[in-house]
Nanobody
Framework: VQLQASGGGLVQAGGSLGLSCVLSGRTFRMYDMGWFRQAPGKEREFVAAINWSGSSTYYPDSVKGRFTISRDNAKNTVYLQMNSLKPEDTAVYYC?????????????????????WGEGTQVTVSS
């Protein structure tokens, strides 16, 4: 299983960035997908999750209304659109695939049942 994230970079506060992640080695459309982030010296933080069809998503309060997760099952790709970025959003962002078929676990618990994740992409928000 491989996940390759891309799209990170440097942006000013208030700006936007879009991340994408391609999954290989699994039947993409069968699994929940998600994103988490980790800043230096901080714990891993869940960012977003989406079910197999895209009909259900979940976000923590810290990003709700600013971040949008989506997926294209034909391209084996999950996306994260980040708007109104803040300096505290600075982190390495990782995409991950859930364990078990979509629907096995609630999206609210994604960070506990994610199975594989990629190398991550750096997002830096300057003030």
């Amino acid at each position: 299983v491989q996940l390759q994230a891309s799209g990170g970079g440097l942006v000013q506060a208030g700006g936007s960035l879009g991340l994408s992640c391609v999954l290989s080695g699994r039947t993409f459309r069968m699994y929940d997908m998600g994103w988490f982030r980790q800043a230096p010296g901080k714990e891993r933080e869940f960012v977003a999750a989406i079910n197999w069809s895209g009909s259900s998503t979940y976000y923590p309060d810290s990003v709700k209304g600013r971040f949008t997760i989506s997926r294209d099952n034909a391209k084996n790709t999950v996306y994260l659109q980040m708007n109104s970025l803040k300096p505290e959003d600075t982190a390495v962002y990782y995409c991950a695939v859930g364990r078990g078929r979509s629907g096995t676990y609630p999206l609210t618990l994604f960070i506990t049942y994610m199975d594989y994740w990629g190398e991550g992409t750096q997002v830096t928000v300057s003030s």
